[in-house]
């Protein structure tokens, strides 16, 4: 019965579903078959049986009815208001921030176009783990946001669901669900050695395929359904019944075995053998052969263990101490332990983890979600196997996919508070995750080397290991951020204290990890790149969970949770403090930027005092605890200044990239300013002597701070000690302004962001954004792109529109900051504290400068400004201590005393910082100090110490006299006797006042450590290790010290006064202002900010400290009486130049530079302008032959590669650089003036058939039907398509210059871009890209004069020569150089396009053919160069390119090629248009294919075929005959196509007004006339036969050409005119008229010499008065129009088709794109392609035609082409411009290079957004496209364009 027919299973499930709905005693027996139909059909094992099975699955459920059927009649019954749809990676969904609760919240198209989100902050994306709709959940997204379909819906309206509908769906899905989970089971085997056969498992899998997609359609019948579903997945008696693996069932047995085994290593316990891989001891000498030995011994640990037995044994134990205690901490056993299935949800969850999760299974189990049971089952039995999760997400090799597949189900279970509470109460979620968070590590870490090396007892992870690396453990840290983003769940973790205790011990073990030790011998051999893996982890697992949890901790009402944080985190550092073994001094030359625990406590710190108004110090432990706290975030930021001083250069690269990225701003928030955050912390409450003085000590800069010009300095080379100093002081000056957490509200933190940032350079909108750290967290207060970030962007800066410059790089749109920001706002210090560049630094200030420059503000080199800062929290208020400690006074004392001396090793900016911080001092003073002292009486005082107080303001005037030094024997102020004045007491005194030197920083530091160690404990003795380093006694190899007593006798005010003196360069430059104006004294509001020089900035100092105190003033007073320049020592040797002067020298020397560089740039400028002026032909200065050159009959050229000039001969001939490719530009001229649309949906199609080239083409072949190939090939034009175009750049060099050139090209490797062998190179001179030379053609100027004088000869004369000139034969030259280069050039244009844009002839190969393609270059440039005029020569000047052209030379090229080929001189044309034949039967000789008709031919055609057989240099009066001839037939040919326009009333009417005319003198140049005469000669035939039926469809335009003739003729005649104007100035010289559009043909015809002499400009100019006829007119005109009457008795019907019409066609344009790019986008990203009908990966569209093709598919691939290449040589003749759907894009393809252009989309603040990366709605850039299209039709993509590459044809 199993293999039953459709019918047979139909009528069984019809039978039973009614026995079982139908009550009664039959269910029982029903039941009980339906049950053995189902156990027989549904066995496992028998691959072919699947669709039989469905088959049966179907039948029974819909009970036999029609499956379609059934599936409607449950969809009517769908209650579901979410939307829910499930997408997996890759596909594009969108966001919208206004709308969204969670920011996860994600949207498909559809319901995204269905809602109304037109202004809110939305964005595109490509899903990166997949996702689903939240459409219509109320939890996710705000109700405004849902669409017209999930707008709620009440269940009211939906009707219940009858009872039998369903009644076998729940007796068949149980059977059909376990069939599966059999399947997996059977399919399962437990992998050997941990690794997992992938293809058995994809085997299953693929058997597996329909059953779940069958269970997926299932899902997607509606709600109804879905209950149906969760009731089997969840019911735990089914399972029972089905899985339990008793019965008699053997086969079900022995699964159920398999199954129990898999289960077996489910749990977390940690089986034996991996402990001793537990935690990895890596001594350097473990090497990879000692791996091999325990190989064998851990087979599950895979992980090798040090080759140091003892070590084993010792990591061993660390390991189980470690981990015992974590297994006790778990409150619930059941984390650890082998997980128990109850349900077949359970199960499946299972399997599709053991599986690694297919995507199938993933997408099954997601789209039952709107089902509200089903989401709280699912997400308890999620969080159940959470664990197990992780253990198999660590050993996968796939760890990147099954990471995506995790995150793609977890984030939808997970972003929704409610759920998430309500798992974290009943699962022990938040437990689950910490405790699967520590196994994680567990498996990695290794012995922190940091400090102690040997007894260190700490454990960190190793950032080698691949789970570090790879980032394995992101989906558990990212779903353990997105629970604590849910208030109700951070809560609960805050207040579990010994959830707090794990966490802190997991953060732990990131504590100090990827230790740096600075390499002092040689570089190091391997640079890791682990760094980026520890910063990742650092922000993911530690920063980012913290950002979450600061965010609940926002109000008054959080405080318990502050302090439990900080409390814990206080335990974990001491604990690590121990671990470690630190005392007080950090072991030297060792860095780690990576200190967690610092940063929690900093910022919960921040947080408490910020938002939750605790006091300070109730969070701050001892002083002894704040000592150790302050010591290694110090060291971090004097690594950074050792890094930046280049003295870890030793350790390669990548720790610059730490520090780097310790700044930048993706990490500054988590990283440098809570570390500085936490100093500032220190500093406040530690003794302001100590933390100086260990500031100093820590830089390494100590030994150089003393009054001797001379010192030895231990620890830091000469070379750094620099940099090192203004780094120490930087880093002051930064911890005591810096606001950041000390007082800033967020919106000035913000404000003070984006002025920091915009002050380095302008910034695009998205890189704004993404410099600003998101203060402090995306999830609270400033979301990038809020409001508040908008209306401060608005406030601080202006808006600079996208621009384009002409050399086609284009800018985007810019934010650049506002003057006043500039004049009140820029911080040089905000600058500093965020430039990952030091550039950046001197970038703020180079623009800051411009600023004042350009405003007036201030002229001259500008100092950073002084800005005041805000106000102080309260609780902070000790950290201006600092500015007022004795030791800092000292340091300030002795750096201006070092300036003052020229010291080496200082500069500017050193003086800079010192000011500063005097500065600040003095806004920061405390008290005003009493007046009363008496100054004499002050400095009696002072005895055991360099200062009597510790304020500032008094302290400056304070006078120190003698200084005892200790410097080397050899400096010079060893020398010095002790002034003779000095007795020996006096000698004490000074003794006294000099002891206390600065060189006793260290002593100072110890002491104070000591007394705080001692308030702290009894034992300090036992504290402080007694120092064995020889740190700071001298070695002795250095010379001696000794003590000399140095005289200085100055004050701080003294000093600065002298410094305004030197910085001046004038004696007695300060003039205290207060003398001259006493206002200058009154306290007023002082000024925020302040710009200047050093100068200023000493005069401000000295005013301030006037202000404050009176004594102050009047030693200022004092000290300008009596100053003298300063006395430098006096034997300073001159070999110690002043760093000042250096400075100014530098200074100098940098302005010269510039000006230099100015002048340079300028000069380069003009030179571009002149060299490669290839973007504006409009403005081009036309390069005509100047008068000088007249006179000269040779032309002369320079070769730009030998620089000789000279003319270009036989022998050696000179030639231009020229760039010949094929274009078929010409061929998309369409006859309307509407653009075409490109097509945005399926109703719109673009055909080519209007296009000029498929006009020119039809026309041919019309022509070789009927008339003879030879002469047809003369009777038109090709080239629209693939016609060669010639560019030169205009520089001209030797040939033989050229091919040696060519050769060392060759043989240079390293040139990319254009391909040598192609004969490509760029111009030795200006660089442009060429591929061949044109010969310049020896010859005279003499051809450009002769035109001016007119000839005298009659017209017949001229006629008989120019017919005996062409039947001389051309003989082709003898084999010169010339001539083998012009034959060679001939070949490489030839070469230039496809063979099939040359052949037209039906011969193959016939000379015709040549012939043709010949003539047709000559046209296709003229027609060209016509284009780029604009279409019309009403602009007149000369040709665009002036110099740059390079038709003459290509003429002379074309003509001798064209003359080797000869016209058989009965079938010349010119006879025909020049003589009346007499012999009517010469056009009957050949009957079946006779010649073109005359009236057919193309008379631009003929034209250029006379000239070019004519021998050159052709003579102007033969040129002008030529004209006057053809104009003639032109015009008749006008005539006749008039005529076919009219109705048969018009000809008549036309023809009687014509016959009264005709007896005239001037009959032959009346148009009245010869139009009566052409219609009643084409009225013998049947020309005009065809017209009767035709005459409803006469178009408007017809209409007007009737009432003005002459309008008609004038148009149908300018396109001749124009290009032979275009002809004639090429060929002659000689300027082009300008004029206005209405009389460009008067003025053409009149340059042309067409006009009659007798013309006077009159108002009623007829266009037949230019007509000059060499035979009688009549004649002539029966004569050609016979031809036509006799081809239309044969082919009545062509007749029409071949007239030549008026040209109408528009200028070449690209097609037409809509506003928004969305329309295309949304179009084209999902349709497929018309070749293979897939969805292309990267699907693209051709912006010239329209064609949507696959870039790089193999899918479409023809010939080893890909299909853009392949359209690109169609479509373009090898130029391709493609627009790339998903990226935004826009590349071009020329011949076999390619290159990306650009965007010609911008965002609503005019960037690109490539790859469509941020999503954000973009729109056309007009500009952008004009300048796109510009350079397609200029043929000048290889001169703007400078990044191409090959494309190898895979594109």
Not at 192 to 215: A, C, G, R, T, W
Not at 251 to 257: I, L, M, R, V, Y
Not at 846 to 860: I, N, V
Not at 1038 to 1050: N, S
Request: charged residues 20%.
């Amino acid at each position: 019965m199993a293999g039953a027919g459709a019918r047979e299973k139909r009528s069984t499930a019809a039978r039973l579903k009614a026995a079982l709905s139908g009550g009664g005693g039959e269910e029982g027996e029903a039941g009980a078959e339906l049950r053995a139909l189902l156990e027989r059909v549904l066995r496992p094992g028998e691959a072919s049986s699947s669709s039989e099975a469905l088959a049966w699955c179907r039948c029974l459920l819909a009970g036999g009815e029609p499956w379609d059927g059934f599936v409607q009649a449950v969809r009517a019954y769908d209650p579901a208001t979410l939307c829910g749809l499930v997408w997996t990676a890759n596909f594009v969904a969108y966001r919208c921030r206004t709308c969204g609760i969670s920011p996860c919240m994600s949207l498909c198209a559809e319901c995204f176009h269905q809602g109304e989100h037109a202004g809110h902050d939305y964005n595109m994306f490509r899903s990166q783990a997949g996702g689903a709709c939240d459409c219509g959940d109320g939890n996710v997204m705000r109700e405004a946001g849902f669409c017209r379909r999930h707008r709620i819906k009440s269940s009211s309206e939906v009707p219940s669901v009858p009872k039998d509908l369903l009644i076998m769906s729940e007796l068949v899905l149980p059977q059909f669900i376990f069939c599966i989970i059999q399947y997996l089971r059977e399919g399962y085997n437990e992998p050997v050695l941990d690794l997992p056969s992938e293809k058995d498992l994809q085997k299953v899998l693929q058997i597996l395929e329909p059953h779940i997609s069958f269970l997926e359609d299932l899902t997607k019948m509606g709600g109804a359904m879905r209950s149906v579903l969760t009731q089997v997945l969840t019911n735990q008696q089914f399972y029972k019944d089905l899985s339990s693996g008793g019965g008699e069932n053997a086969c079900a047995k022995k699964s159920h075995e398999k199954y129990l085994i898999a289960l077996k290593g489910s749990g977390l316990t940690f089986p034996e053998d991996k402990l001793v891989g537990g935690v990895q001891e890596q001594t350097p000498g473990a090497s990879t052969s000692a791996l091999q030995g325990c190989a064998g011994a851990t087979p599950a640990s895979g992980q090798g263990d040090s080759s140091d037995e003892e070590d084993q044994d010792g990591s061993q134990g660390l390991g189980k101490r470690k981990r015992v205690k974590l297994s006790s901490t778990t409150k619930d056993q059941s984390i650890m332990e082998v997980l128990k299935h109850k349900c077949f949800l359970e199960e499946l969850l299972f399997w599709t983890i053991k599986y690694e999760f297919p995507q199938k299974m993933v997408t099954f189990l997601l789209n039952m979600l709107p089902d509200q049971d089903y989401k709280i089952a699912f997400t308890k039995t999620f969080v159940q196997h959470y664990a197990f999760i992780m253990k198999t997400l660590k050993k996968s090799h796939e760890s990147d996919t099954m990471s995506n597949r995790i995150v793609h189900i977890s984030v939808q279970l997970f972003s929704n508070e409610e759920l998430a509470r309500q798992v974290t109460e009943e699962c022990q979620l938040l437990d689950i995750m910490v405790t699967v968070l520590l196994y994680m590590m567990e498996s990695c870490l290794i012995k922190s080397e940091l400090q102690d090396e040997e007894n260190s007892l700490h454990v960190v992870v190793n950032c080698g290991e691949a789970l570090l690396k790879n980032n394995t453990y992101w989906p558990l840290v990212s779903d353990f951020i997105n629970i604590l983003s849910h208030q109700s769940v951070a809560k609960k973790f805050l207040e579990d204290h010994r959830l707090l205790v794990m966490w802190m011990n997991f953060v732990s073990f990131f504590q100090g990890m990827n230790l740096n030790k600075r390499e002092l011998n040689e570089h190091v051999e391997f640079e890791s790149q682990t760094y980026y893996a520890a910063f990742a982890a650092e922000l993911e697992a530690c920063a980012q969970p913290m950002w979450g949890l600061l965010s609940h901790c926002k109000v008054r009402e959080t405080q318990e949770y502050t302090q439990n944080v900080v409390k814990y985190c206080l335990e974990a550092l001491q604990d690590w403090f121990d671990a470690i073994n630190f005392v007080d001094e950090p072991t030297p030359n060792q860095v780690t930027f990576h200190l967690p625990l610092h940063r929690y406590y900093a910022m919960f710190l921040s947080k408490a005092v910020k938002c939750q108004e605790v006091d300070l110090d109730s969070l701050l432990p001892d002083q002894e605890m704040l000592m150790k706290l302050m010591v290694h975030p110090l060291q971090i930021q004097a690594s950074l200044s050792e890094i930046h001083s280049n003295m870890w250069v030793r350790n390669g690269l990548q720790i610059k990239g730490q520090a780097m990225t310790y700044v930048q701003s993706h990490f500054c928030n988590s990283m440098i300013d809570p570390d500085i955050y936490l100093l500032q912390v220190c500093a406040s409450r530690l003794d302001p002597d100590y933390f100086i003085s260990s500031v100093f000590e820590r830089f390494k800069v100590v030994d150089l701070l003393t009054m001797a010009s001379q010192h030895q300095n231990t620890v830091l080379d000469a070379e750094h000690e620099r940099s090192m100093l203004e780094g120490a002081l930087t880093f002051l000056v930064i911890l005591l302004s810096l606001r950041l957490h000390l007082g800033m509200t967020d919106d000035e933190i913000l404000r003070a962001e984006m002025v920091a940032q915009l002050c380095m350079n302008d910034r695009t909108h998205s890189s704004l954004l993404d410099l600003i750290p998101e203060n402090p967290n995306p999830k609270s207060g400033i979301v990038p792109g809020s409001l508040s970030f908008e209306s401060m962007l608005s406030a601080v800066a202006d808006f600079k529109a996208p621009i384009f410059e002409p050399g086609g790089s284009m800018q985007q749109g810019m934010y650049t900051p506002k003057a006043e920001v500039w004049d009140k706002e820029f911080d040089p210090v905000m600058v500093i504290l965020r430039t990952v560049y030091r550039r950046d630094v001197q970038s703020a200030m180079d623009r800051y400068t411009a600023f004042l420059k350009q405003s007036g503000k201030f002229h001259g080199n500008p100092w950073p400004p002084y800005k005041k800062r805000t106000n102080l929290h309260p609780s902070y208020k000790g950290l201006l201590r600092l500015l007022h400690c004795k030791t800092l006074h000292i340091v300030l004392f002795t750096l201006l005393y070092k300036i003052l001396m020229d010291h080496q090793n200082l500069s500017e900016h050193v003086l800079c910082m010192v000011l500063y911080l005097i500065e600040l001092g003095l806004e920061n003073s405390s008290e005003q100090e009493p007046d009363e002292e008496d100054s004499v009486g002050g400095q009696e005082r002072c005895h055991d110490s360099w200062f009597p107080g510790n304020n500032l303001v008094s302290n400056m005037r304070h006078f120190i006299n003698y200084v005892r030094v200790r410097v080397p024997e050899t400096a010079p102020e060893v020398k010095r006797e002790p002034p003779a004045s000095t007795s020996a007491d006096g000698f004490a005194a000074s003794q006294n006042s000099g002891t206390a030197q600065v060189f006793s920083l260290v002593a100072e530091r110890r002491k104070k450590f000591q007394e705080i160690i001692n308030r702290n404990t009894s034992e300090a003795s036992q504290a402080v290790r007694p120092k064995t380093s020889m740190k700071w006694s001298a070695p002795g190899a250095t010379p001696q010290l000794t003590t000399a007593i140095l005289e200085v006798k100055e004050s701080i005010l003294s000093l600065l006064v002298k410094l305004h003196h030197k910085l001046s360069g004038k004696q007695n430059s300060y003039y205290p202002p207060w003398l001259e104006d006493m206002e200058t004294l009154l306290p007023q509001e002082n000024p925020k900010y302040f710009h200047g020089d050093g100068m200023t900035a000493v005069e401000r100092i000295l005013l301030k400290a006037a202000l404050q105190s009176r004594m102050n003033k009047r030693i200022i007073e004092e000290i300008c009486r009596k100053v003298t320049p300063p006395v430098p020592p006096k034997k300073i040797s001159p070999t110690e130049k002043k760093t000042l002067d250096k400075e100014e020298r530098r200074q100098k020397a940098r302005e010269r530079q510039q000006k230099l560089l100015a002048e340079f740039a300028s000069r380069q400028k003009s030179f571009m302008e002149t060299a490669m002026d290839v973007e504006s032909p409009d403005t081009d200065i036309a390069m005509e032959i100047t008068a000088s050159e007249q006179h000269v009959s040779e032309a002369m050229y320079d070769c730009v590669i030998c620089g000789q000039s000279g003319p270009s001969t036989e022998d050696r001939p000179a030639g231009l650089v020229v760039l010949l490719q094929a274009s078929s530009v010409l061929g998309q001229c369409r006859n309307s003036s509407e653009p075409k649309k490109l097509p945005t949906t399926e109703k719109e199609q673009i055909y080519a058939r209007d296009t000029c080239a498929a006009v020119y083409e039809e026309r041919l072949a019309i022509l070789q039907k009927f008339f003879k190939d030879s002469s047809c090939l003369q009777s038109v034009s090709i080239g629209w398509e693939g016609g060669v175009y010639v560019q030169t750049c205009g520089h001209t060099l030797h040939i033989d210059c050229h091919k040696s050139y060519m050769e060392s090209l060759r043989n240079d490797q390293v040139l990319q871009g254009f391909s040598v062998d192609k004969g490509e190179f760029t111009c030795p001179l200006c660089r442009q890209f060429a591929n061949s030379v044109l010969p310049c053609y020896p010859g005279n100027n003499v051809e450009r004069n002769l035109w001016q004088c007119h000839s005298n000869k009659n017209m017949q004369d001229l006629i008989k020569e120019v017919e005996e000139l062409q039947e001389q034969l051309g003989t082709f030259p003898s084999e010169t150089n010339l001539s083998k280069e012009m034959e060679s050039v001939m070949k490489d244009i030839k070469s230039t396009t496809q063979k099939k844009y040359t052949d037209y002839s039906k011969t193959p190969g016939s000379p015709d053919n040549d012939f043709l393609f010949m003539y047709s270059v000559a046209r296709t440039n003229l027609e060209l160069e016509l284009v780029h005029r604009g279409g019309n020569l009403c602009q007149g000047g000369a040709s665009t390119a002036g110099k740059r052209s390079c038709l003459h030379q290509l003429f002379h090229v074309l003509a001798m090629h064209m003359r080797l080929y000869s016209i058989d001189s009965a079938y010349n044309p010119w006879k025909k248009l020049t003589q009346l034949i007499e012999d009517k039967n010469l056009q009957i000789l050949n009957e079946e294919q006779p010649e073109v008709p005359v009236l057919y031919r193309d008379v631009l055609s003929l034209l250029l075929v006379q000239i070019l057989t004519m021998p050159q240099p052709l003579h102007k009066e033969h040129f002008t005959c030529i004209i006057k001839v053809l104009f003639t037939l032109l015009y008749i040919q006008a005539l006749v196509a008039l005529s076919t326009k009219g109705s048969t009333d018009d000809r008549t009417t036309w023809m009687n007004s014509g016959v009264l005319k005709k007896n005239i003198s001037n009959a032959k140049t009346s148009h009245e006339a010869l139009l009566s005469h052409v219609i009643s000669e084409l009225s013998k035939g049947k020309v005009y036969n065809q017209d009767e039926t035709e005459d409803l469809s006469m178009d408007n335009n017809s209409a007007w050409c009737l009432h003005s003739p002459e309008t008609y003729l004038q148009q149908f005649c300018l396109p001749f005119l124009r290009i032979t104007s275009l002809l004639q100035h090429h060929l002659f010289g000689g300027e082009l008229p300008s004029c206005q559009e209405d009389e460009e043909f008067t003025v053409l015809a009149n340059c042309l010499g067409l006009l009659p002499s007798s013309f006077q400009s009159s108002h009623h100019f007829s266009s037949a008065s230019c007509l000059d006829w060499p035979v009688p007119a009549f004649d002539i005109i029966s004569q050609w129009c016979s031809e036509l009457v006799s081809f239309a008795d044969k082919h009545p019907t062509q007749v029409k088709s071949l007239f030549l019409q008026e040209s109408k066609w528009d200028l070449p344009r690209l097609l037409q794109l809509p506003e928004n790019y969305n329309t295309i986008f949304q179009y084209y990203h999902r349709k497929s392609c018309s070749v293979c009908t897939k969805v292309p990966k990267d699907p693209a569209v051709c912006l010239v035609c329209g064609t949507f093709v696959c870039l790089k598919g193999l899918c479409c691939k023809q010939q080893s082409y890909c299909e853009c290449v392949l359209h690109s040589q169609n479509c373009g003749a090898g130029t391709g411009i493609f627009l790339l759907i998903n990226a935004s894009v826009i590349i071009i393809i020329r011949g076999h290079r390619f290159c990306l252009w650009g965007s010609v989309y911008l965002d609503a603040h005019g960037e690109e957004d490539r790859d469509l990366r941020r999503g954000k709605p973009l729109y056309i850039c007009k500009e952008r496209y004009k300048v796109l299209e510009q350079q397609w039709i200029s043929h000048t993509f290889d001169h703007i364009n400078k990044r191409w590459g090959p494309h190898y044809n895979g594109l």
